[in-house]
């Protein structure tokens, strides 16, 4: 062992000539290491600089939509459904149980209330009480509102945020699919109009099933088409992946099982029996995937055991509604037979949804088209609300478009029944739904397959004067959507009339479902008046919520008294519903209440859904037949 100091003359030296080395090599190395990760920063960004400008359409689109969603989402009050959706996702996530709501499948609620649950939104304090025919969750909703008060429509936005997701994906799947069948130009027009669509705009900013169920619907088909070409295991998990997920978002997508059986015939024909298993997993695993969303709950209850509401599974035809209106009779048509015996393959509140939701069709609502109130629905309805509620530049692509296509159908049939019969029968199966006929948005699924027709123009379209009119019709569409924007809900073509003339032809969620509460609140904040506001509002959350000061205008035009009134559209047009009445309580405001407001003129039109009026002494007298 060497003394200390022993070799400290040496080594001095020996380390100082080496220090220089050393940091030659570090700095060296350094600078091989900054030119190398310059190198490969340079290429990855020339190489996203050359994917972004291969795709700057498709980037500038999609911005576009999202800032319209966005803006909808922030400025829009919470809608008559959405409320009830929002309350029964929180509801979900913190008791485990799905009865409430029941009538709706759970997904879509629970991923727009994730965002409020980590807020820390709260619950009312007293639980709702769910029996087999009950439907509180409206109820509940206003109770969940009041609780979290201070910050409710802060709390809405955050959970329309995942909807503005779901509608990104819808794009890009229109994009993908147009791109395979059609090519890459037909594919930025389905994305444009996928975009620009003012009823996918309207119902994308909301916390409501609809679409959701369209991007599923539209997921689920596309997958399903992909194994149809390429039969393969991993093909066939996804497509049954987005199938048992489709499940989870809206009872309409049922329709989806009898689509693919139709598929899988048209393309397998011939040799069913080599794919008759792939199939059939399919089938099995959305089924476990529709359980799991559920958790279980009630799969493999016996089918006698169940209790139901509705004729077509009680076998019990009830009163007449005249007659015993509140009258429900229970049973279960299996009980006693062999298929009461068997288990249930499905959760047991998704049956309960669904027989739910048969009651009230078999029970039959008011319904209204072009000034006219019956008992029950019309078949043509939707057609009828596809020809005023879609831009007539849309319209006419899709026209033009399948009748191309059509042209080809010796070569690419499979292809055209993947994209048609989808669209047929959601259309078709709604239609026959005719104990009530009120929303659009029930055929909303349908919307992808009727963009993807249209996006076929973009092969169609051929010379100057083909390609001119394809840039006219998509400029007319996306002209007519942002006109009306953000207000996309209240949006009719102009063969309707515009928004203006919306309520001739359809009311409800079509045009006023109590979307322009903040905007009201605004407006009157610019337009302030010494008298207490007469206001009559068409939603489920109290208008005081939102520091509206107001009471309820009193009913029939007897009573009527100069002022301000706002009065919403559906009220206008004779929609009986319930309402608040300024001292917190909920009264029902009966079809002839305020019709007589359609003959006064508004001083403001609220988004498309509330009219303010100024009355004066002289419109009374006027409308009781004695002008001054």
Same mark, same amino acid.
């Given at each position: 062992?060497?003394?200390?100091?022993?070799?400290?003359?040496?080594?001095?030296?020996?380390?100082?000539?080496?220090?220089?080395?050393?940091?030659?090599?570090?700095?060296? =190395?350094?600078?091989?290491?900054?030119?190398?990760?310059?190198?490969?920063?340079?290429?990855?960004?020339?190489?996203?600089?050359?994917?972004?400008?291969?795709?700057?359409?498709?980037?500038?689109?999609?911005?576009? @939509? #999202?800032?319209?969603?966005?803006?909808?989402?922030?400025?829009?009050?919470?809608?008559?459904?959405?409320?009830?959706?929002?309350?029964?996702?929180?509801? %979900?996530?913190?008791?485990?149980?799905?009865?409430?709501?029941?009538?709706?499948?759970?997904?879509?609620?629970?991923?727009?209330?994730?965002?409020?649950?980590?807020?820390?939104?709260?619950?009312?304090?007293? /639980?709702?009480?769910?029996?087999?025919?009950?439907?509180?969750?409206?109820?509940?909703?206003?109770?969940?509102?009041?609780?979290?008060?201070?910050?409710? @429509?802060?709390?809405?936005?955050?959970?329309?945020?995942?909807?503005?997701?779901?509608?990104?994906?819808?794009?890009?799947?229109?994009?993908?699919?147009?791109?395979?069948?059609?090519?890459?130009?037909?594919?930025?027009?389905?994305?444009?109009?996928?975009?620009?669509?003012?009823?996918?705009?309207?119902?994308?900013?909301?916390?409501?099933?609809?679409?959701?169920?369209?991007?599923?619907?539209?997921?689920?088909?596309?997958?399903?088409?992909? $194994?149809?070409?390429?039969?393969?295991?991993?093909?066939?998990?996804?497509?049954?992946?987005?199938?048992?997920?489709?499940?989870?978002?809206?009872? #309409?997508?049922?329709?989806?099982?009898?689509?693919? !059986?139709?598929?899988?015939?048209?393309?397998?024909?011939?040799?069913?029996?080599?794919?008759?298993?792939?199939?059939?997993? !399919?089938?099995?695993?959305?089924?476990?995937?529709? &359980?799991?969303?559920?958790?279980?709950?009630?799969?493999?209850?016996?089918?006698?055991?169940?209790?139901?509401?509705?004729? +077509?599974?009680?076998?019990?035809?009830?009163?007449?509604?005249?007659?015993? *209106?509140?009258?429900?009779?229970?049973?279960?048509?299996? %009980?006693?037979?062999?298929?009461?015996?068997? *288990?249930?393959?499905?959760?047991? &509140?998704?049956?309960?949804?669904?027989?739910?939701?048969?009651?009230?069709?078999?029970?039959?609502?008011?319904?209204?088209?072009?000034?006219?109130?019956?008992?029950?629905?019309?078949?043509?309805?939707?057609? $009828?609300?596809?020809?005023?509620?879609?831009?007539?530049?849309?319209?006419?692509?899709?026209?033009?478009?399948?009748?191309?296509?059509?042209?080809?159908?010796?070569?690419?049939?499979?292809?055209?029944?993947?994209?048609?019969?989808?669209?047929?029968?959601?259309? =078709?199966?709604?239609?026959?739904?005719?104990?009530? #006929?009120?929303?659009?948005?029930?055929?909303?699924?349908?919307?992808?397959?009727?963009?993807?027709?249209?996006?076929?123009?973009?092969?169609?379209?051929?010379?100057?004067?083909?390609?001119?009119?394809?840039?006219?019709?998509?400029?007319?569409?996306?002209? +007519?959507?942002?006109?009306?924007?953000?207000?996309?809900?209240? $949006?009719?073509?102009?063969?309707?009339?515009?928004?203006?003339?919306?309520?001739?032809?359809?009311?409800?969620?079509?045009?006023?479902?109590?979307?322009?509460?903040?905007?009201?609140?605004?407006?009157?904040?610019?337009?302030?008046?010494?008298?207490?506001?007469?206001?009559? $509002?068409?939603?489920?959350?109290?208008?005081?919520?939102?520091?509206?000061?107001?009471?309820?205008?009193?009913?029939?035009?007897?009573?009527?008294?100069?002022?301000?009134?706002?009065?919403?559209?559906?009220?206008?047009?004779?929609?009986?519903?319930?309402?608040?009445?300024?001292?917190?309580?909920?009264?029902?405001?009966? /079809?002839?209440?305020?019709?007589?407001?359609?003959?006064?003129?508004?001083?403001?039109?609220?988004?498309?859904?509330?009219?303010?009026?100024?009355?004066?002494?002289?419109?009374?007298?006027?409308?009781?037949? %004695?002008?001054?």
């Amino acid at each position: 062992m060497c003394p200390e100091g022993a070799l400290g003359p040496a080594a001095g030296p020996v380390q100082a000539r080496r220090s220089p080395g050393l940091q030659r090599g570090v700095a060296r =190395g350094s600078a091989w290491l900054v030119m190398l990760v310059a190198l490969l920063a340079r290429v990855r960004w020339r190489r996203a600089t050359q994917w972004a400008r291969r795709h700057a359409y498709v980037i500038v689109l999609l911005s576009l @939509h #999202t800032g319209l969603l966005v803006q909808g989402a922030r400025q829009s009050s919470v809608t008559v459904d959405e409320a009830a959706h929002f309350a029964a996702g929180m509801y %979900n996530w913190q008791t485990g149980d799905f009865s409430l709501y029941r009538v709706n499948p759970p997904l879509v609620r629970m991923l727009g209330a994730l965002p409020a649950v980590i807020a820390g939104a709260e619950l009312p304090p007293r /639980p709702p009480r769910v029996h087999v025919a009950s439907r509180p969750e409206g109820l509940y909703a206003e109770g969940f509102a009041e609780v979290n008060r201070d910050n409710y @429509h802060q709390l809405v936005f955050l959970a329309r945020l995942p909807g503005i997701l779901w509608s990104l994906l819808g794009a890009l799947l229109v994009y993908v699919w147009a791109r395979e069948l059609f090519g890459r130009r037909c594919a930025l027009i389905g994305l444009g109009l996928w975009c620009l669509e003012p009823n996918l705009i309207a119902h994308a900013q909301l916390l409501t099933p609809d679409l959701p169920a369209t991007v599923a619907g539209l997921a689920a088909t596309y997958t399903f088409w992909r $194994y149809l070409r390429a039969p393969s295991r991993k093909r066939a998990v996804l497509a049954s992946v987005a199938l048992g997920i489709a499940q989870l978002t809206k009872f #309409t997508l049922l329709i989806l099982y009898p689509i693919i !059986i139709v598929l899988w015939l048209a393309f397998h024909a011939g040799r069913l029996r080599s794919s008759v298993a792939l199939v059939a997993m !399919i089938l099995a695993i959305s089924v476990v995937i529709l &359980n799991a969303g559920y958790g279980f709950q009630g799969t493999a209850t016996r089918l006698g055991d169940i209790t139901f509401v509705s004729e +077509s599974f009680t076998g019990e035809h009830r009163p007449d509604r005249a007659v015993a *209106p509140r009258i429900v009779r229970l049973g279960n048509r299996l %009980n006693g037979t062999w298929l009461g015996s068997l *288990p249930l393959p499905v959760p047991l &509140n998704y049956v309960r949804g669904i027989d739910l939701q048969r009651h009230d069709f078999e029970t039959g609502l008011r319904s209204y088209l072009r000034g006219t109130w019956q008992d029950r629905g019309w078949w043509y309805y939707y057609l $009828y609300a596809l020809w005023v509620k879609l831009p007539l530049g849309v319209i006419a692509l899709v026209v033009w478009g399948a009748a191309d296509w059509a042209r080809r159908a010796r070569t690419e049939w499979r292809d055209q029944i993947a994209v048609a019969v989808p669209a047929l029968a959601i259309i =078709g199966f709604v239609s026959i739904q005719t104990g009530f #006929t009120h929303h659009l948005r029930y055929v909303l699924p349908a919307f992808p397959f009727l963009i993807l027709l249209a996006s076929r123009v973009g092969a169609a379209a051929r010379g100057r004067l083909g390609t001119a009119a394809l840039v006219g019709l998509l400029g007319w569409t996306a002209v +007519s959507s942002l006109r009306v924007q953000p207000h996309s809900l209240a $949006y009719f073509n102009e063969l309707a009339g515009g928004p203006a003339a919306g309520a001739e032809h359809l009311i409800d969620s079509n045009l006023d479902w109590g979307q322009d509460l903040l905007r009201l609140r605004n407006w009157l904040v610019d337009h302030p008046r010494s008298e207490r506001l007469r206001l009559a $509002y068409f939603g489920t959350i109290d208008p005081e919520l939102v520091g509206i000061e107001y009471k309820l205008p009193p009913p029939g035009l007897a009573a009527l008294e100069p002022g301000r009134y706002a009065i919403s559209v559906n009220f206008i047009y004779g929609l009986r519903y319930r309402a608040f009445n300024g001292a917190k309580q909920i009264v029902v405001v009966e /079809p002839n209440d305020y019709t007589h407001f359609q003959q006064l003129r508004p001083v403001e039109r609220i988004g498309g859904s509330i009219l303010v009026f100024d009355v004066t002494e002289a419109d009374i007298a006027s409308l009781r037949g %004695n002008p001054v």
